[in-house]
């Protein structure tokens, strides 16, 4: 990259010196302001933006939009709350959870998971309340020495495919099907130390909720 | 899916010519997948590992392709294909319940074929007539307002054998549920 210049936006009222060209969630999140996030990833040039949580209004645009795909501009405007934010922030989560073994008492990433922190930060509920609970029944995949997947902890965030095709340059997981069937799975769907993984681990450390997590020792 | 006899050569004869035609990209993934099906009837994995090789991308990349559009099947179409209608009209009038019938008697979930590949079984959009809703295609032709009892009969009729238990088992099944 070349060599940084910096600008001066506000957020909240408060103003905070950003380096031009980055996205809003990251400067955000590095001058300790939290906007929910679950599918961002800093490095990534043109970010998926599935998860759709981190939503803020910025002056001059008519509607809120996704703070992970905003570069930061000189004299920026934002604000991480409003009533239309958080209602589309609170579906957003409501439909996560709808699709989410809960029972954190029992799950590997009780106390670093990023959808505790959300619901904290948000006062948002850890259940469903309007909608239907569906969460497929499926088994933990403990095939790995390291590691292991279940699937229904999964938000489909897509953070490990990332990791696991950017990072480790390894590409043995993906996003596969589509709609209620679409999960994160290997080539043929196989148990993970069935596939071309090398099981570095590197997309566990990613993985902001309990879906990929390490076995205990 | 089992591949039968000379399948898996067949496939690589086939899918080696189409790949000699591309360029190496990963832009050329549907097109070549498309050419693919086209020739073979279904995407075998043996076919994506050499798609995924030919343009040099994880193995995963095409598969996670090839089960997101509807138009790519994973497995063969069965000799006899069945497609319940899951349109507006035919959901309403218990579409899922004869997908869950034909799912039961053939053993196959959507989407699958009979390890004899004698069946097929598929989900499609709306086919025109919703009218006759729930509708099910056999091999094209219309079959209209089909009740779960009427899965049995189609079936027999494309000459699968059925268990002589059936019908006791059928009603067990019912009453648990
Ligand atoms: S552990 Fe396996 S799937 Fe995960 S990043 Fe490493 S190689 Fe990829
Ligand atoms: S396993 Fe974890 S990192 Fe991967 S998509 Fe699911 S939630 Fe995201
Ligand atoms: S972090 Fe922006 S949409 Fe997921
Ligand atoms: S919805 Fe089934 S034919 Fe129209």
């Known amino acids: ?217 | 899916m089992e591949l039968l006899e000379g399948e898996l050569e067949q496939i690589q004869t086939e899918v080696g010519f189409i790949l000699r035609k591309y360029e190496p990209g990963r832009e050329q993934l549907l097109p070549i997948l498309q050419e693919v099906q086209g020739k073979i009837g279904y995407l075998p994995k043996e076919a994506m590992k050499m798609v995924a090789e030919a343009i040099n991308i994880p193995e995963v990349d095409v598969y996670s392709v090839g089960t997101f559009y509807n138009q790519f099947r994973l497995n063969p179409p069965g000799k006899n294909q069945i497609k319940v209608c899951m349109g507006t009209a035919c959901h309403l009038t218990g579409g899922h319940i004869i997908m869950d019938s034909f799912e039961r008697r053939l053993e196959i979930d959507e989407g699958e074929t009979t390890g004899d590949r004698e069946f097929s079984l598929e989900r499609v959009a709306c086919v025109g007539c919703c009218a006759l809703a729930p509708v099910v295609l056999v091999n094209e032709e219309v079959e209209a307002r089909v009740r779960p009892t009427r899965v049995d009969g189609i079936l027999l009729g494309l000459g699968k054998a059925m268990p002589v238990t059936s019908k006791h088992q059928k009603e067990e099944g019912d009453t648990i549920e």
Request: hydrophobic share 35%; proline share 3%.
């Open chain 1, 1 to 217: 990259m070349k060599i940084s210049r910096t600008v001066t936006i506000t957020i909240d009222g408060k103003e905070y010196i950003a380096k031009e060209g980055q996205k809003l969630l990251w400067t955000a999140l590095e001058n300790g302001v939290y906007i929910p996030h679950l599918c961002g990833i800093e490095e990534e040039e043109k970010p998926a933006a599935g998860c759709r949580l981190c939503f803020v209004e910025i002056d001059g645009f008519l509607n809120p939009v996704t703070a992970c795909t905003q570069k930061v501009k000189e004299g920026m405007v934002v604000r991480t709350r409003s009533k239309r934010v958080d209602k589309l922030v609170g579906t957003a989560f409501e439909l996560l959870m709808s699709n989410h073994r809960l029972g954190c008492a029992r799950c590997g990433a009780n106390g670093r998971c990023e959808l505790q922190k959300i619901a904290k930060e948000r006062g948002l509920k850890l259940k469903t309340s309007r909608l239907r609970s569906l969460v497929p029944e499926v088994p933990v995949d403990e095939s790995p020495d390291k590691f292991t997947y279940d699937q229904t902890r999964c938000v489909l965030c897509g953070r490990c495919v990332w990791v696991d095709h950017h990072k480790a340059k390894i590409g043995a997981i993906g996003l596969v099907r589509r709609g209620m069937s679409r999960k994160m799975a290997t080539f043929g769907e196989t148990a993970m130390a069935d596939s071309s993984c090398t099981q570095c681990g590197m997309c566990v450390e990613a993985c902001p909720v309990g879906a990929l997590t390490f076995k205990e020792k």
